[in-house]
């Protein structure tokens, strides 16, 4: 509804109508505002660090960058029913999480090994004496944001700099990401593109700590994970404890494309690993789905009891002991590009669905993301 700026400079010497039209158009206002906005909304907020996606006005991920991360993540992540099904520590600790590995942080990509620099295990928690071994990549802009009736896309660029969170040091790659967000009954999707171009001679050294991962809510852990004593690949030691005895119950059960269940799931390979538990009366299941021009396809699973939820193509020999090292190697101004698919489903699912879903994102046409 408008109003016509004739109509009300006319009635400008009756105060009382001029009251009712100002109270009026307030309303209408308020009334617009409170209408859930329908679809899929990619809204960036540059200067709290964050871009927000919403599906129907309720809150799906968003990306962010904030200072206390040596990486850009998406946090947190939410199921269709509004139930997160990630870890909330470090970001927004619950009282029921463990609180170990304070890298682990939502939805992140990075790597354990580039040219000997970890950029996996960084973050405010290393020590000073050690800080000049680690990686951190930036968020250098975003590109473009599109929202739509069932489909919304971000693209942003990043740079993996050595050394030194300030940058002093010559970044080794940029980093072109495209996120697709859609929504379905039910389901929510987010496909993964990410593009690495080498600034320079780039070396992933064979290595355990990769590839894509997330932390997820104490709920879908392994009811059988005790914690314990965990190495990195430079063998420092993470004690993981064990989880309060007044904490939520842990149910998460992983299954992979070849039939692989629990524990049992690390070190495996598969075309795809889901996860699922259920938090009370709700059951959900995260499936991560690699795609066959991914390098080193299917890809390893990093797939821990505590929480940690990762596939790694690029570490072969610590899944692998026998195998050849992988040791995947960008020349300088070559690149790559990887494609995954995070589903997250408000119940159950069978191994056909997933299979019927990897089908799918196979087909998905995929293009590098542009710079």
Known sequence: MGFSPCLISARRTNPMTLNWLTLLMLTLTTTALAVPQ?????????????????????????YIWPTSLKKPVLYPLIDSEGVTVTRGYPLAPRPDERVDHPHHAGLWFNYGNVNGFDFWNNSDAIPPENRAKMGTI???KIISTKSGPNRGELVVESTWIPGSPTGEN?????????YTFEKRKGTRIIDIEVTLRALDRAIFKDDKEGLIGMRVARWLESPTEKGGTFLDSNGNPTQVAAAPATSTPATGQYLTSEGIKGDAVWSTRARWCALTGTDGPHTA?????????????????????????AANPLGQTIFAPHATPFN?????????????????Y??????????????????????????
């Open 38 to 62: 329908k679809g899929v909304r990619v809204i960036p907020d540059e200067p709290n660090r964050r871009v927000d996606i919403t599906i129907d006005g309720q809150p799906f991920t968003s």
């Open 138 to 140: 930036l968020h250098s």
């Open 170 to 178: 010559k970044p080794i790659l940029t980093q072109t990401t495209r």
């Open 285 to 309: 299941t995260i499936a991560l789905l690699d795609h066959p021009k991914n390098p080193n396809y299917p890809t390893y699973w990093h797939a821990r009891g505590y929480g940690l939820f």
């Open 328 to 344: 995947f190697t960008l020349e300088k101004d070559q690149s790559v590009t990887f494609r995954y698919r995070v589903a997250l």
């Open 346 to 371: 408000s119940r159950a699912t069978t191994a056909d669905e997933l299979n019927n879903e990897a089908k799918s994102f196979n087909n998905v046409s995929h293009e590098p993301p542009s710079p």
